[in-house]
């Protein structure tokens, strides 16, 4: 799990490194961007708000409480369902700037970066759904237990992993626009 997570931090790292060479390198400091969407501070609440829940849950089954962990592993799934349609409603708030910059191909470079970042991020999530899921049937089929609760630890930690990564592209966002 660490080396998969290991490259995933390559992979956003890089991506990262090229938007922020874009922007310093090759972007007149003078380009007027449009303000981020302000639904990303709503997807950012999101996305850590399931990161507790996430933790919640692997507390919970360490402890034996497992309707705690089932409701912790729910949680975290509606949360993440939500973050991503959020990002769907930030995504289609940037398609009219998208329009506007259509001969202005500096201030479309810089969008498309915004779709290119938030874009990664929201398959990794989307990706993220499949083990989230997957643990939450196992749950209710009563699979996991204080001695049997790996697919859970190894879920969360792809899931924190995810939600740091999103505060490093959020941050960067802010920063860059």
Known sequence: MRL?????????????????????????????????????????????????????????????????MRAELAATTV??????????????????????????TEQRFMLTAFYVLTGLHALHVIGGLVPLITINSRAAAGRYSIERHAGIAYTAMYWHFLDGMWLVIFVTLLIGT
């Open 4 to 68: 998969f997570l290991a490259s995933l931090a390559v992979l956003f790292g890089s991506s990262i490194i090229g938007y922020v060479s874009i922007r310093v390198l090759g972007i007149d400091d003078t380009l007027e961007m449009p303000p981020l969407p302000g639904g990303l501070w709503l997807s950012t609440v999101l996305l850590l708000v399931s990161s507790i829940t996430m933790q919640h849950a692997v507390v919970a089954v360490r402890r034996g409480r497992i309707t705690a």
């Open 79 to 104: 949360l993440a369902v939500a973050f991503l349609a959020v990002q769907a409603v930030c995504w289609a708030a940037w398609a009219e700037p998208m329009r506007d910059a259509i001969g202005q």
